[in-house]
């Protein structure tokens, strides 16, 4: 991954408290499991910025190498990673999403 793309990542995720690497838009997901995501934050009225990476194939490869994780949807709350869909979804089943969120001074509109 170059520098500018590192750069952009970094930026995206130190300029909003929750950010969501996903295919596609918050109001138009390209894929299940982004579509899953953005679900689960929309549910607990959380605000949040989607980053579209079919829009930039350099961040698309780049997030996989920033995160060390391999997929797509990526979460990020207060710069930290949290997770893919699987995590995220199970987070918000067992109440730990909830939990990590309030820790993290985001408030939602719905406990899990």
């Known amino acids: 991954m170059d520098d500018q793309t590192q750069s952009r990542i970094q930026g995206e995720i130190d300029a909003t408290d929750v950010v969501l690497f996903m295919k596609g838009t918050p109001v138009f997901p390209q894929c299940g499991f982004s579509a ?11 605000p949040f910025k989607g ?14 190498e920033f995160s060390n994780w391999p997929t797509i949807p990526q979460l990020y709350v207060k710069g930290e990673f949290v997770g893919g869909c699987d995590i995220v979804r199970e987070m918000f089943e067992t ?18």
């Open 36 to 46: 899953a995501v953005v679900q689960v934050l929309n549910h607990m009225g959380v």
């Open 51 to 64: 980053v579209n990476v079919l829009d930039d194939m350099a961040v698309r490869e780049g997030i996989k």
């Open 95 to 112: 109440g730990e999403l909830s939990d990590l969120l309030s820790e993290r001074g985001i408030e939602t509109e719905v406990d899990a």
